[in-house]
């Protein structure tokens, strides 16, 4: 059986900790593994492999948190314009032979019990191989309003629900015939194609030519927005799941089960509500029921209840339990904004490693620069900036011009604008420097590439 990860997402929803280069199913919270890890983790007993269906600006985070698990068994499809789910899996589907059987998840979600759900994977794997399309199902533990349902009788769907009102959520856990959409599926690529063509022909068919019009290059598929214009962006559900009559089967998952879709979610799964890297960031003082998030600041309540704060270097939040599902609203009006908070967090991760602003005005931005062993950063050089590189740790081995050398913890050098440089590190220990960028225009795009380890040049 070939896992299907679906990685996609805009880091909306959790921000400000998610943001849209750093969604939410990357974000390692207070645990060794981000949600991502957990997925592939989760599935690795009873997957032969796996292809992850991912946005190409997350192509380098993808392969950093599979490379940290171990994982090698892998093929991608990058995505350049988000199409939604229907889209993602069709192509999914058409990358993986006819016999394979699919069970397709996303990546963000929590799962408790990894036997009971390795046995509801299998008990679907074995309804996929006889020709059924198979959902899984969760079993409900209270009237949720945020998930959509699916009608059962016995092992057969009936219908689709979408997210109910809270009455009409309670009559559902009532008559117990009614299952929490996970959004997870199993098929086998021959008949869910057939399916497609049978209820879906002409958006089977523009996927199609848009698939086979991509670039693939061994196991990674990369679809541009020019392939994909004439593909519906539609999920799976909405295109093809809720029109399903025959051969359509569904299993319960009886496990605790969070699909991280808000901080009020998260609260709900969090066994510490204080998430910090030091107890000693947080105090609390006549104060109940509150979810603290703080990365490096000290937080301190008094007599204040029920809130949600999410503390990080760039953004707050704070907002009162059972309404962060409005962050949303936050997130659009800073769109309205044009603010680059939506977009970048505040530590960026690069093939190479990472870098986090900690200064930036109009006339100068100062930067921390880490750089994984044995990585270097592309050949370049810049139009409007200058930049002063001060060693804090590890060895780098700096090219500025035609100048070659290291440099250790406390020495530094100046790259005036339009020099070619470059910085590498050489060492087995991971590179700090700071640097200080001076000059009339400071953004990202100031850049031109000459060599690149990872293939970035335009």
Known sequence: MTTVILSGGSGTRLWPISRTLMPKQFVKFNQNNSLFQNTVLRNSNISDKFIVVSNLEHKFLVLDHLQDIGNTNSSYIWETVAKNSAAAIIMAALSADDSDILCIVPSDHIVENQDAYERTILQAKELAQKNN???????????????????????NVESFVEKPSED???SFLEDGNYLWNGGIYCFKVSHFLNTCKEIIPELLDNVQQSFYATTHIENECTVLAHDVHNVESISIDNALMEHIHQDFKVVPLSSEWNDMGSFDSFDEVCDDKFLSRSEENIISIESNNNCIISSDRMIATLNVDNLIIVDTPDALLITTKGHSQGVKKIVNELNKRSSDLTKTPATVTRPWGTYTVLENTTAYKTKKIVVNPGKRLSLQSHFHRNEHWIIVSGTARVTVGNDIKLLRANESTYIPAGEMHRLENPGCIKLVIIEAQVGEYLEEDDIVRYEDDFNRIA
């Not at 399309?133 to 092992?155: C, D, L, S």
């Open 133 to 155: 399309i198979v959902a899984v199902g969760i079993k409900p533990t209270f009237a949720a309003t945020g998930y959509g349902y699916i009608k059962h009788n016995n092992e």
């Open 168 to 170: 009409i959520a309670k």
